[in-house]
């Protein structure tokens, strides 16, 4: 669904690459509703933290946004967001989101937005493709929670729909599809989201993935406090998906975080930066 750039109510485009060990922009380019900050190095891993910011603040009817990502050969970043991303009423066309990531062999990103909160008769759909390269290594984490509404009801949005396509050397290897729709189906049965509103899925493709980390992961998350119910599972190439049920944003986000930080520490030998903005 390419529109050209000037149709977006929010476009940006971030082409990343390694200069003599350090990873800088060499091309960057937003209009509108989108924009991204100077980057933070955190330490001195020479990898730099951008944040994506939404001017106009949420998501309204018909908003529609593109983000193209690249990251050159052996280039790292880490990319997140300035806040959650608010989707709001859409009375006749839903709020739509586009994500292309290209990872070249041998890099590494980390893509960890914050939340996608849906307030009362929001529709969102989100569709990300991610292009990687042998020897690319992604950790992809999105997390969705229901806004308040005026009846005080959890799931008061219509649908959210959160499509994400992987390709190893053009082959697809992951195809993520989450559909809420509180609007026609029943969510809090057990078999779909049960008692909790809250979903997170953490997504990590790297070629040292192996039986013992997995195993480790599995422990820091039952480590975690909180109330939640989480799973891990394998994918066909080096890499795992862990799916992540609860009631507070809060539980979600810190088993992503615990689990990021063992991946760094294990895989690059560094603590990640804390993400967090609040």
């Known amino acids: 669904m390419h529109m050209s750039k ?140 229901p806004g308040w509404s005026t009846e005080g009801g959890a799931f008061s949005y219509d649908r959210l729909q959160l499509k994400t396509n992987i390709y190893m050397e053009n082959e697809l290897v992951v195809y993520d599809n989450i559909k809420l729709e509180p609007a026609v189906q029943q969510i809090n049965v057990p078999g779909f989201m049960g008692d909790y509103t809250h979903l997170g899925t953490f997504i990590v493709i790297g070629e040292k993935t192996d039986d013992d980390l997995i195993k480790r992961l599995h422990s820091v998350i039952h480590e975690q406090p909180g109330d939640f119910d989480a799973g891990i599972s394998r994918l066909t190439i080096p890499g795992f998906t862990i799916r992540i049920l ?17 991946i760094s520490e294990e895989w690059f030998g560094e603590t990640p930066g804390f993400l967090r903005k609040y």
């Open 6 to 145: 000037l149709k977006w109510t929010g476009f940006l485009s971030i082409d990343i690459e390694n200069r003599a060990g350090k990873s800088v922009p060499k091309n960057i380019y937003f209009h509108d509703a989108l924009k991204v900050q100077r980057p933070i190095y955190h330490g001195n891993t020479g990898m730099p933290c951008y944040y994506i910011l939404n001017v106009g603040g949420g998501y309204l009817d018909g908003d529609t946004y593109r983000l193209e990502i690249r990251l050159r050969e052996t280039a790292k970043m880490t990319l997140t967001t300035l806040g959650a991303t608010l989707i709001y009423k859409t009375p006749h066309k839903p709020a739509y989101q586009e994500t292309e990531i290209f990872l070249e062999k041998e890099s590494y990103l980390v893509y960890m937005p914050d939340p996608v909160i849906g307030y009362q008769n929001a529709r969102y759909k989100q569709f990300d493709t991610v292009h990687m390269e042998k020897g690319a290594t992604l950790l992809y984490s999105d997390i969705i929670t």
């Open 246 to 262: 609860a009631n507070m944003t809060q539980d979600v986000q810190r088993i992503i975080s615990a689990c990021h930080k063992l």
